[in-house]
């Protein structure tokens, strides 16, 4: 059980234009997903962190013009890299988050990752 | 400022040798995770642990809690090359997780 999925898993695009990743809970519904960014040989990067139904909270730093998060149902989850530039090639990662009830104690199951690679 | 300082960052012993990786914080948490994760890959949760104090097994893995809930410990046992990998701490803070910088694993045969 848990699993979350992402897709597609690499995409190479050309500088300016807007790819898409998706982010799917397969078997449970996700109270909030979280996106994060991971350059080689670092650790991961929370980009931001949306709700179902509600607009996603952006960190410092991560633009929310160029980053566009839509989460459309308790199971999907979109990421949109709008007028991409090479600086923008990463690994994007995906998580999503079940309640345990308890304050803190929130488990995230992360998605396989999304290789984006801008010419 | 990493709310995580993991250590060592990079860690290479032959298999059959054991490793412990460090997770330390000025911080309390109330609860903290071990992930870990292969090239190319999301990150797979390990184990979490609540309790200070607490130690848990898996395999040959064995977490540790600091009594103050402040730093943990990941030791391993006899490695085998199946082991390399990312090793990462996270900490919930705020119902977001922050991660350490990692402790990239290597196990030679």
């Known amino acids: 059980g848990a699993v979350v999925s992402q897709h597609p898993s690499w995409v190479i695009c050309k500088s300016g234009t807007s790819v898409k990743i998706e982010c799917r809970s397969l078997?449970?519904?996700?109270?909030?997903m979280f996106w994060y960014r991971q350059f080689p040989k670092q650790s991961l990067m929370l980009m931001a962190t949306s709700n179902e139904g509600s607009k996603a909270t952006y960190e410092q730093g991560v633009e929310k013009d160029k980053f566009l998060i839509n989460h459309a149902s308790l199971t999907l989850s979109t990421l949109t890299v709008t007028s991409a530039h090479p600086e923008d090639s990463s690994f994007y990662i995906c998580?999503?988050?079940?309640?345990?009830?308890?304050?803190?104690?929130?488990?995230?199951?992360f998605g396989p990752g999304t290789r984006l690679t801008v010419l | 400022t990493q709310l995580l300082e993991q250590s060592p960052q990079f860690l290479s012993i032959q298999e059959g040798e054991n490793l412990t990786v460090y997770c330390n914080s000025s911080s309390v948490f109330s609860s903290l995770q071990w992930y870990r994760q292969e090239p190319g890959e999301g990150p797979v949760l390990l184990v979490t642990v609540v309790t200070g104090g607490e130690v848990k097994k898996l395999k040959r893995l064995t977490f540790q809690f600091g009594d103050a809930r402040k730093d943990s410990s990941l030791h391993i046992t006899a490695a085998q090359t199946g082991d390399t990998g990312l090793y990462l701490c996270?900490?919930?803070?705020?119902?977001?997780?922050?991660f350490g910088a990692g402790t990239t694993v290597t196990v030679r045969a």
């Open positions: 078997d449970f519904q996700a109270t909030t």
């Open positions: 996270a900490a919930t803070n705020d119902y977001k997780l922050s």
């Open positions: 998580s999503a988050s079940v309640s345990s009830g308890t304050w803190g104690t929130d488990t995230q199951y």
